[in-house]
Nanobody, 123 residues
């Protein structure tokens, strides 16, 4: 069964902005922390950011802090990743993931993943 539906990826130029969306198809992550991860070709999958169940707490890795912003709309059951000032190094498949706890940093394993959406930044 599909748990998460991701959208918003695409091809952009360096310096552009993009917003990714992650929708809970089953409307069940309202009490859970959600994170965004990415995996570039030949690279490890890395955690970028997480947001708590009610959006009152967020964490970011150094590589995206100041450029990316995670947010969530509880009424719509959607989590967003706003990506600004994109760089070629940001090219990767981006995944959203749901954690089992209401608060989570990047050092825990998610409970389940979305299908991923490709982001390609031309240099």
């Amino acid at each position: 069964q599909v748990r998460l539906v991701e959208s918003g990826g695409g091809l952009v130029q360096a310096g552009d902005s993009l917003r990714l969306s992650c929708a809970d198809a089953k409307r069940t992550f309202s009490n859970n922390a959600v994170g965004w991860f990415r995996q570039a070709p030949g690279k490890e999958r890395e955690c970028l950011t997480t947001i708590s169940w009610k959006g009152d707490s967020t964490v970011y890795t150094d590589s995206v802090k100041g450029r990316f912003t995670i947010s969530r709309d509880s009424a719509k059951n959607v989590v967003y990743l706003q990506m600004n000032n994109l760089k070629s190094e940001d090219t990767a498949v981006y995944y959203c993931a749901v954690f089992s706890r209401p608060y989570s940093s990047c050092n825990t394993a998610p409970n389940y993943w979305g299908q991923g959406t490709q982001v390609t930044v031309s240099s």
